[in-house]
Nanobody
Framework: QVRLVESGGGSVQPGGSLRLSCRASEYAYSQYCLAWFRQAPGKEREGVAS????????YYLGFVRGRFTISRHNANNTVTLQMNSLIPEDTAMYYC???????????????????WGQGTQVTVSS
């Protein structure tokens, strides 16, 4: 069974930083693509970043490149999303998700990911 538990959301002023964590079940962590998505009120869910198992390849969507960093932490089966230089447009519910790699891409397309966490709210406001 794939289990994903997010933590680390909260409220921050523009320019601030937050670090989101997603603890995955052991098999999912070692074998699956892991990704972060977000959904703002009234908008569709969109991919933010993803990381491959093993070789640790990463994808970032253009609007976060250079500000956000996705990382794997083998000691506790956790994937983190370090978010710096936050702007109000980053306000959303953030979700961790997983999918079997099966030789394919780990690109964070929400249509391709099959297992989802419960989400954690990020609010950027002055």
């Amino acid at each position: 069974q794939v289990r994903l538990v997010e933590s680390g959301g909260g409220s921050v002023q523009p320019g601030g930083s937050l670090r989101l964590s997603c603890r995955a079940s052991e098999y999912a962590y070692s074998q699956y693509c892991l990704a972060w998505f977000r959904q703002a009120p009234g908008k569709e869910r969109e991919g933010v970043a993803s990381v491959s198992p093993g070789i640790k390849g990463t994808y970032y969507l253009g609007f976060v490149r250079g500000r956000f960093t996705i990382s794997r932490h083998n000691a506790n089966n956790t994937v983190t999303l370090q978010m710096n230089s936050l702007i109000p447009e980053d306000t959303a519910m953030y979700y961790c998700a997983a999918k079997p790699k099966n030789g394919g891409s780990c690109f964070p397309d929400p249509e391709l990911y099959t297992f989802w966490g419960q989400g954690t709210q990020v609010t950027v406001s002055s």
